[in-house]
Protein backbone atom coordinates (compact mmCIF):
# COMPACT_ATOMS: atom_id res chain seq x y z
CA UNK A 1 0.00 0.00 0.00
CA UNK A 2 1.04 3.25 -0.75
CA UNK A 3 0.92 6.58 1.35
CA UNK A 4 1.41 9.55 -0.23
CA UNK A 5 1.60 12.81 2.05
CA UNK A 6 1.39 16.21 1.23
CA UNK A 7 2.07 19.58 2.88
CA UNK A 8 2.84 22.94 2.37
CA UNK A 9 -0.69 24.30 1.63
CA UNK A 10 -1.51 27.61 3.85
CA UNK A 11 -3.24 31.32 3.07
CA UNK A 12 -1.48 33.16 0.54
CA UNK A 13 -1.94 36.44 -0.55
CA UNK A 14 -2.59 36.90 -4.50
CA UNK A 15 1.16 37.67 -6.23
CA UNK A 16 2.03 35.11 -3.36
CA UNK A 17 4.10 31.66 -4.11
CA UNK A 18 3.59 28.29 -2.25
CA UNK A 19 6.03 24.83 -2.72
CA UNK A 20 3.80 21.91 -1.89
CA UNK A 21 5.54 18.46 -1.38
CA UNK A 22 4.19 15.54 -1.43
CA UNK A 23 5.74 12.05 0.87
CA UNK A 24 5.76 8.54 -0.67
CA UNK A 25 5.96 6.17 1.77
CA UNK A 26 7.82 3.90 -1.45
CA UNK A 27 10.67 4.36 -3.43
CA UNK A 28 9.10 6.14 -6.51
CA UNK A 29 11.50 5.99 -8.70
CA UNK A 30 11.15 4.07 -11.87
CA UNK A 31 8.04 2.77 -12.02
CA UNK A 32 5.82 5.41 -10.29
CA UNK A 33 4.26 8.84 -12.64
CA UNK A 34 3.38 11.50 -10.01
CA UNK A 35 0.89 13.87 -10.35
CA UNK A 36 -0.98 17.06 -8.56
CA UNK A 37 -4.40 17.60 -9.18
CA UNK A 38 -6.64 19.69 -7.36
CA UNK A 39 -10.42 20.65 -7.08
CA UNK A 40 -12.09 23.58 -5.86
CA UNK A 41 -14.98 23.83 -3.86
CA UNK A 42 -17.96 22.80 -6.04
CA UNK A 43 -16.00 21.86 -8.92
CA UNK A 44 -14.33 18.44 -10.69
CA UNK A 45 -11.37 17.69 -9.70
CA UNK A 46 -8.61 18.51 -12.08
CA UNK A 47 -5.08 18.06 -13.21
CA UNK A 48 -2.45 20.75 -12.57
CA UNK A 49 0.64 19.25 -13.25
CA UNK A 50 2.44 15.69 -14.10
CA UNK A 51 5.79 14.10 -13.69
CA UNK A 52 7.13 10.90 -15.24
CA UNK A 53 9.39 8.17 -13.87
CA UNK A 54 12.10 9.90 -16.18
CA UNK A 55 11.59 13.40 -15.47
CA UNK A 56 9.35 14.77 -18.09
CA UNK A 57 6.99 17.09 -16.76
CA UNK A 58 3.57 18.76 -18.04
CA UNK A 59 1.34 21.21 -17.04
CA UNK A 60 -2.71 22.08 -17.45
CA UNK A 61 -2.81 25.34 -19.80
CA UNK A 62 -4.50 27.33 -16.95
CA UNK A 63 -1.22 27.09 -14.62
CA UNK A 64 1.64 26.92 -17.38
CA UNK A 65 4.24 29.30 -16.78
CA UNK A 66 3.43 29.55 -13.48
CA UNK A 67 3.91 26.00 -11.56
CA UNK A 68 7.05 24.17 -11.48
CA UNK A 69 6.78 19.92 -10.87
CA UNK A 70 9.40 18.42 -9.66
CA UNK A 71 10.47 15.35 -8.12
CA UNK A 72 13.14 14.08 -5.57
CA UNK A 73 13.51 10.31 -6.22
CA UNK A 74 16.20 9.88 -3.48
CA UNK A 75 13.74 11.18 -0.93
CA UNK A 76 10.65 10.01 -2.61
CA UNK A 77 8.84 13.33 -2.64
CA UNK A 78 7.31 15.48 -5.33
CA UNK A 79 6.69 18.84 -5.46
CA UNK A 80 4.71 21.94 -6.95
CA UNK A 81 6.41 25.01 -6.94
CA UNK A 82 3.41 28.05 -7.19
CA UNK A 83 4.09 31.07 -8.24
CA UNK A 84 1.88 33.91 -8.97
CA UNK A 85 -1.02 32.78 -7.31
CA UNK A 86 -4.26 33.91 -8.05
CA UNK A 87 -7.77 33.72 -6.46
CA UNK A 88 -8.95 30.80 -8.63
CA UNK A 89 -6.04 28.86 -7.56
CA UNK A 90 -7.77 28.17 -4.18
CA UNK A 91 -8.79 24.80 -3.90
CA UNK A 92 -7.41 21.39 -1.93
CA UNK A 93 -4.45 20.23 -4.02
CA UNK A 94 -3.75 16.15 -4.13
CA UNK A 95 -1.21 14.08 -4.89
CA UNK A 96 -1.47 10.95 -7.22
CA UNK A 97 0.97 7.94 -7.61
CA UNK A 98 0.17 5.90 -10.59
CA UNK A 99 2.17 2.64 -10.58
CA UNK A 100 2.94 2.57 -14.23
CA UNK A 101 3.72 -1.67 -14.25
CA UNK A 102 0.55 -2.56 -12.78
CA UNK A 103 -1.93 0.49 -13.65
CA UNK A 104 -2.55 1.58 -9.60
CA UNK A 105 -3.44 4.82 -9.02
CA UNK A 106 -3.11 5.86 -4.67
CA UNK A 107 -3.71 9.47 -3.45
CA UNK A 108 -3.09 11.53 -0.60
CA UNK A 109 -5.54 13.38 1.58
CA UNK A 110 -4.99 16.61 0.04
CA UNK A 111 -3.71 20.27 1.44
CA UNK A 112 -5.70 23.73 1.14
CA UNK A 113 -4.56 26.21 -0.65
CA UNK A 114 -6.32 29.39 -0.07
CA UNK A 115 -5.00 32.30 -1.89
CA UNK A 116 -7.02 36.43 -0.77
CA UNK A 117 -6.14 39.35 0.38
Known amino acids: QVQLVESGGGLVQPGGSLRLSCAAS????????MSWYRQAPGQERELVAF???????NYADSVKDRVTISRDNAKNTVYLQMNSLKSEDTAVYYC???????????WGKGTLVTVSS
Open 26 to 33: VRISNIYR
Open 51 to 57: ITSAGSP
Open 96 to 106: KARNMFYGMDY
